[in-house]
């Protein structure tokens, strides 16, 4: 199914943006494809760790600190496990840092600057980003490569399918689901690297926010959560098809 279907089908409260990048030095043209509908930013729930875990790890002295908390930040989307680096090294600085590496600038939330799930973001400057990630890693950055190789650790529940939907089953794949209280959506997230040789790689990234309005789904939605219970289930029953048809229509335009 293409964009045009997909995205005719939504509700016309929901939003809705996928992004692929294809490039790297010796392979085709660089390519780049997007496509939005809905709202032009979308907060990122967990879909940025692996770059927190990046550009934290040379602001704590301490290598084993940092990979006990970034490993499963990456791993298992460890909320505590991120929150402890995004307040240690400070989330300006981390944004700072990935300004500086990837040429993407992202802004602290409003509010309360420690909720790094705030940040709003496009799907284009995530996969901008990502694609800066896995080159470094290509080039030899010890910490780019551990981090892509993390992300080829994230377990099917936390993938939504992104591996199977592309064909890319060695891909490194990180996820990112949520539902505020201020909302009366789901949003789920995905982004999926696949190294082709070289510096050779290929982006893609889906993201949506869509309806999720029965007051009693979103009670029990929100009980599960503060008791740290798993939410995933509602995320692919709400989103899991949307999103895996925006990256497979993503990968058929970028010719992937």
């Not at 298992?76 to 402890?84: G, H, I, K, M, Q």
């Not at 400057?125 to 780019?144: I, K, N, R, S, T």
């Not at 990234?205 to 309005?213: F, G, I, K, R, S």
């Amino acid at each position: 199914m293409g964009f045009n279907e997909l995205l005719a089908d939504l509700d016309h409260s929901a939003s809705a943006q996928a992004a692929g990048i294809r490039r790297g030095y010796g392979g085709p043209p660089a390519r780049a494809v997007s496509v939005s509908a809905g709202m032009t930013r979308l907060r990122c729930a967990s879909l940025l760790k692996p770059l927190y875990a990046w550009v934290s790890a040379a602001r704590v002295p301490d290598a084993e600190r940092w990979r006990r908390h970034a490993e499963p930040a990456v791993v298992v989307s460890s909320n505590a496990d991120t929150l402890n680096l995004w307040l240690a090294v400070g989330p300006r600085v981390i944004l700072e840092d990935l300004r500086e590496r990837t040429g993407v600038a992202w802004d602290l939330p409003n509010g309360d600057p420690s909720r790094f799930g705030s940040v709003e973001v496009t799907a284009g400057e995530v996969a901008a980003a990502y694609a800066v990630l896995a080159q470094a890693a290509a080039a030899g950055d010890p910490v780019a490569g551990a981090v892509l190789a993390w992300m080829g650790e994230v377990a099917d529940p936390q993938a939504f399918g992104a591996r199977e939907a592309l064909g890319w089953p060695e891909s490194a794949v990180k996820c990112g689901w949520y539902g505020a209280p201020d909302e009366t959506c789901l949003r789920t997230h995905a982004v999926a690297v696949q190294p082709r040789g070289g510096t050779r790689v290929s982006v893609i990234v889906a993201m949506t926010a869509l309806p999720y309005t029965d007051a009693q789904e979103r009670e029990v939605y929100r009980e599960r959560v503060g008791k740290g219970l798993s939410v995933e289930a509602e995320h692919e029953k709400v989103s899991g098809t949307v999103l895996r048809g925006l990256m497979t229509a993503t990968r058929e335009e970028l010719g992937a």
